[in-house]
């Protein structure tokens, strides 16, 4: 039985319940807590033999709400940080920016107080609370006592510290008023101290990790080909690696702590690595030798970094790997700028695309033939961590099962009759530390398939006829114009391999569903197949722009560089279009199939019809027409299950919902199969 009885109320049902712990952890066997959150509702005025609130906002809400008895014995709360969600903190270098998320203006500032109250005032809070709408730029960190949800999606790194807690003051006040302070001092100042210790430790823990990882760090940077010094403002060495005491001929042991005016004589250099300002590309001769020095500005300006690099030793490097990967074919030829287009679905491809290339994971890309796949996975791979390494190129379409395994993995000597003597090294092995672009993936059989599947969840390969187990460095882009998925569902392509290849998805649209594309496309074919100024008549752009391109860009292309044959003026026209035999086309049969393949209901065709009739008719097509074009049939519905309905369509490819005067449009796919439907 209870000798006494306590009320905690706080704003929130999250510090409620922070808060009941910790009275709980002193008090359970002699008092009756009793707890309350304002935003849960308190019905009836409060009475006890104590009344604790969280803050000095929650007592004006409770005397606002009239739910409180001001008679009782009252004390607000002092609160702090709890310590122990605080140790990551301390490793955040001293002026970081980061965003104190909290629930309401008022708990938010006093969060930032009580952080800076136990000693993290080196840090730079920018508040944030329900209310603000927009927070400054290049902060990716920030920290919340709780408050998890409201903390925006474009933070990188969030820090949790838990719901403030009542502090050393508070509780020994709660424990004097309720009279029980002489019994419970012991044990509350035993718990309060064995926190402090286990903080202790666990900081202990992480500076050891910390000091393993510079000493692993200053090993990297000793192994650097380039030369690395950081100093500060004043000219103190942080960091001057082993590579730059041989390039400038300094063989002092400590040079760490020393000022660069004291270490480094020739007075070209000391005046470009004491100039303010950042410089790249700077080349100085040091005895003879010629530095290419770049100068970069850490956070603030407190302190440089500069590479210093051989002149002649990066250009003959450079020149030699990039001869041996051309003379090889293992060279990535496409960037991001070679894939050509001003359509929202090109713009869009190549921001995934950009985005993929820097997760290092394994990517695959689906879309017809003549997309530009190879394109797209080479461009890839030239703004990747790997740019610098092999990229190799296969198709399976043009290999048997037997040259597949032998040209991915290699083979011993004697493997097989007509082995080379030695052996040969597999493509993976080759591409070690680069990229590997598998093309028509959804051609290779099961058998492949398994041994492919081992490259990928192990990263280990074993040549043909071969007993040991290589290690291999390799990310794999592959490409299809094969419905993967489909096959998954025949058994005719591993659903494990499929969902380890789809780790990154990039979806090519045909060229059909992005024509606003091909007039730029036909300019750059033009420019890089003549230096002559061909134009196009308006008639021969209009006709192209009719065209389905069924073999998609590839197809363009060589049309394109038809016509440029031909041609017997400096403008194309439409005598020199090709016969409609050059051109590629699509049976209704193969139309049919996609109709199947995506599962289009009664309603579906209903919608697609009305679109039509209403695009032929020249009306601007959105939802709520739409939903009108429904009444008084059995297809009725409000604009709301329209903009459901619409959004379907859209995914599976059928109509283009556009802005403004545009509306929404059927696309090619949608043409074609709207075609079949009305027969």
Same mark, same amino acid.
């Given at each position: 039985?209870?000798?006494?009885?306590?009320?905690?109320?706080?704003?929130?049902?999250?510090?409620?319940?922070?808060?009941?712990?910790?009275?709980?952890?002193?008090?359970?066997?002699?008092?009756?807590?009793?707890?309350?959150?304002?935003? #849960?509702?308190?019905?009836?005025?409060?009475?006890?033999?104590?009344?604790?609130?969280?803050?000095?906002?929650?007592?004006?809400?409770?005397?606002?709400?009239?739910?409180?008895?001001? &008679?009782?014995?009252?004390?607000?709360?002092?609160?702090?940080?709890?310590?122990?969600?605080?140790?990551? /903190?301390?490793?955040?270098?001293?002026?970081?920016?980061?965003?104190?998320?909290?629930?309401? &203006?008022?708990?938010?500032?006093?969060?930032?107080?009580?952080?800076?109250?136990?000693?993290?005032?080196?840090?730079?809070?920018?508040?944030?609370?329900?209310?603000?709408?927009?927070?400054?730029?290049? =902060?990716?960190?920030?920290?919340?006592?709780?408050?998890?949800? &409201?903390?925006?999606?474009?933070?990188?790194?969030?820090?949790?510290?838990?719901?403030?807690?009542?502090?050393?003051?508070?509780?020994?006040?709660? %424990?004097?008023?309720?009279?029980?302070?002489?019994?419970?001092?012991?044990?509350?100042?035993?718990?309060?101290?064995?926190?402090?210790?286990?903080?202790?430790?666990?900081?202990?823990?992480?500076?050891?990790?910390?000091?393993?990882?510079?000493?692993?760090?200053?090993?990297?940077?000793?192994?650097?080909?380039?030369?690395?010094?950081?100093?500060?403002?004043?000219?103190?060495?942080?960091?001057?690696?082993?590579?730059?005491?041989?390039?400038?001929?300094?063989?002092?042991?400590?040079?760490? +702590?020393?000022?660069?005016?004291?270490?480094?004589?020739?007075?070209?250099?000391?005046?470009?690595?004491?100039?303010?300002?950042?410089?790249?590309?700077?080349?100085?001769?040091?005895?003879?030798?010629?530095?290419?020095?770049?100068?970069?500005?850490?956070?603030?300006?407190?302190?440089?970094?500069?590479?210093?690099?051989?002149?002649?030793?990066?250009?003959?490097?450079?020149?030699?790997?990039?001869?041996?990967?051309? &003379?090889?074919?293992?060279?990535?030829?496409?960037?991001?700028?070679?894939?050509?287009?001003?359509?929202?679905?090109? $713009?869009?491809?190549?921001?995934?695309?950009?985005?993929?290339?820097?997760?290092?994971?394994?990517?695959?890309?689906?879309?017809?033939?003549?997309?530009? $796949?190879? /394109?797209?996975?080479?461009?890839?791979?030239?703004?990747?961590?790997?740019?610098?390494?092999?990229?190799?190129?296969?198709?399976?379409?043009?290999?048997?099962?037997?040259?597949?395994?032998?040209?991915?993995?290699?083979?011993?000597?004697?493997?097989?009759?007509?082995?080379?003597?030695?052996?040969?090294?597999?493509?993976?092995?080759?591409?070690?530390?680069?990229?590997?672009?598998?093309?028509?993936?959804?051609?290779?059989?099961?058998?492949? *398939?398994?041994?492919?599947?081992?490259? %990928? *969840?192990?990263?280990?390969?074993?040549?043909?006829?071969?007993?040991?187990?290589?290690?291999?460095?390799?990310?794999?882009?592959?490409?299809?114009?094969?419905?993967?998925?489909?096959?998954?569902?025949?058994?005719?392509?591993?659903?494990?391999?499929?969902?380890?290849?789809?780790?990154?998805?990039?979806?090519?649209?045909?060229?059909?569903?992005?024509? #606003?594309? =091909?007039?730029?496309?036909?300019?750059?074919?033009?420019?890089?197949?003549?230096?002559?100024?061909?134009?196009?008549?308006?008639?021969?752009?209009?006709?192209?722009?009719?065209?389905?391109?069924?073999?998609?860009?590839?197809?363009? @292309?060589?049309?394109?560089?038809?016509?440029?044959?031909?041609?017997?003026?400096?403008?194309? @026209?439409?005598?020199?279009?090709?016969?409609?035999?050059?051109? *590629?086309?699509?049976?209704?049969?193969?139309?049919?199939?996609?109709?199947?393949?995506?599962?289009?209901? #009664?309603?579906?065709?209903?919608?697609?019809?009305?679109?039509?009739?209403?695009?032929?008719?020249?009306?601007?097509?959105?939802?709520?027409?739409?939903?009108?074009?429904?009444?008084?049939?059995?297809? #009725?519905?409000? $604009?709301? *299950?329209?903009?459901?309905?619409?959004?379907?369509?859209?995914?599976?490819?059928?109509?283009?919902?556009?802005? +403004?005067?545009?509306?929404?449009?059927?696309?090619? $796919?949608?043409?074609? %199969? %709207?075609?079949?439907?009305?027969?």
């Amino acid at each position: 039985m209870c000798q006494k009885s306590i009320s905690l109320i706080s704003g929130s049902k999250h510090t409620k319940m922070a808060l009941h712990n910790q009275l709980k952890e002193y008090l359970d066997d002699i008092v009756c807590i009793k707890s309350y959150a304002i935003d #849960e509702g308190i019905e009836d005025v409060i009475k006890d033999d104590l009344i604790v609130i969280s803050s000095q906002i929650a007592m004006e809400e409770l005397i606002a709400l009239e739910k409180i008895d001001l &008679k009782n014995e009252i004390i607000i709360a002092n609160r702090t940080i709890s310590h122990g969600h605080v140790d990551d /903190l301390v490793l955040l270098p001293k002026g970081t920016k980061v965003l104190f998320v909290n629930d309401v &203006k008022g708990t938010c500032f006093e969060g930032i107080e009580a952080l800076k109250k136990i000693g993290f005032d080196y840090l730079e809070y920018i508040p944030y609370y329900p209310g603000i709408n927009s927070i400054p730029k290049n =902060i990716n960190i920030a920290i919340t006592p709780g408050e998890y949800d &409201k903390v925006p999606k474009s933070i990188e790194k969030i820090y949790d510290i838990g719901p403030r807690i009542m502090d050393f003051t508070t509780i020994t006040k709660i %424990l004097n008023k309720l009279d029980v302070l002489d019994e419970k001092a012991g044990q509350f100042s035993q718990k309060f101290l064995k926190k402090i210790i286990n903080i202790g430790k666990r900081l202990a823990k992480s500076s050891n990790q910390i000091l393993n990882l510079n000493q692993h760090l200053n090993q990297v940077l000793d192994g650097l080909n380039d030369g690395l010094l950081v100093y500060d403002m004043f000219g103190e060495i942080t960091v001057f690696n082993e590579n730059l005491k041989k390039m400038l001929n300094r063989d002092y042991k400590n040079i760490v +702590g020393k000022n660069i005016k004291n270490i480094i004589y020739n007075k070209k250099l000391l005046s470009f690595l004491m100039d303010k300002d950042s410089k790249e590309g700077q080349i100085i001769n040091i005895d003879g030798m010629e530095l290419l020095l770049n100068k970069f500005q850490l956070s603030k300006g407190d302190s440089s970094i500069v590479i210093f690099k051989n002149v002649k030793e990066t250009m003959e490097n450079s020149d030699r790997l990039k001869r041996e990967l051309i &003379k090889k074919g293992f060279y990535a030829k496409y960037t991001f700028d070679d894939i050509i287009g001003v359509s929202e679905n090109i $713009k869009r491809l190549k921001q995934i695309a950009k985005k993929l290339s820097k997760a290092d994971i394994t990517i695959l890309i689906e879309g017809e033939s003549g997309t530009g $796949k190879e /394109l797209i996975a080479s461009s890839i791979h030239n703004v990747s961590n790997r740019k610098d390494g092999p990229f190799l190129a296969v198709n399976f379409s043009a290999l048997s099962d037997e040259l597949i395994e032998s040209e991915l993995f290699g083979y011993e000597e004697g493997a097989f009759t007509g082995a080379k003597k030695g052996g040969k090294v597999g493509l993976f092995e080759q591409a070690d530390g680069g990229t590997i672009f598998l093309d028509e993936i959804g051609d290779i059989s099961t058998k492949v *398939q398994a041994r492919l599947l081992r490259v %990928l *969840q192990e990263k280990e390969i074993m040549r043909v006829g071969g007993n040991n187990i290589k290690s291999v460095d390799v990310r794999i882009i592959a490409a299809t114009n094969k419905n993967l998925a489909k096959l998954v569902n025949e058994n005719k392509f591993r659903e494990d391999l499929y969902y380890r290849l789809k780790l990154g998805y990039i979806k090519v649209p045909p060229l059909r569903e992005r024509k #606003e594309d =091909i007039i730029a496309l036909m300019k750059y074919f033009i420019s890089t197949e003549t230096r002559a100024d061909i134009k196009i008549s308006k008639e021969v752009i209009k006709e192209l722009l009719n065209y389905d391109w069924y073999g998609n860009v590839r197809e363009l @292309k060589n049309i394109l560089s038809y016509m440029l044959a031909v041609r017997d003026e400096d403008t194309i @026209k439409s005598k020199d279009i090709p016969d409609r035999g050059f051109f *590629q086309t699509k049976g209704i049969e193969d139309i049919k199939c996609q109709k199947n393949e995506l599962d289009l209901d #009664e309603e579906e065709s209903f919608i697609l019809k009305k679109i039509y009739e209403l695009n032929k008719s020249g009306e601007i097509v959105g939802r709520e027409k739409l939903a009108n074009e429904t009444k008084s049939t059995k297809f #009725e519905m409000t $604009k709301y *299950q329209m903009r459901s309905r619409l959004n379907k369509l859209s995914t599976k490819g059928l109509i283009l919902k556009k802005k +403004g005067k545009h509306g929404t449009v059927l696309s090619e $796919k949608g043409k074609n %199969l %709207l075609m079949v439907i009305m027969g």
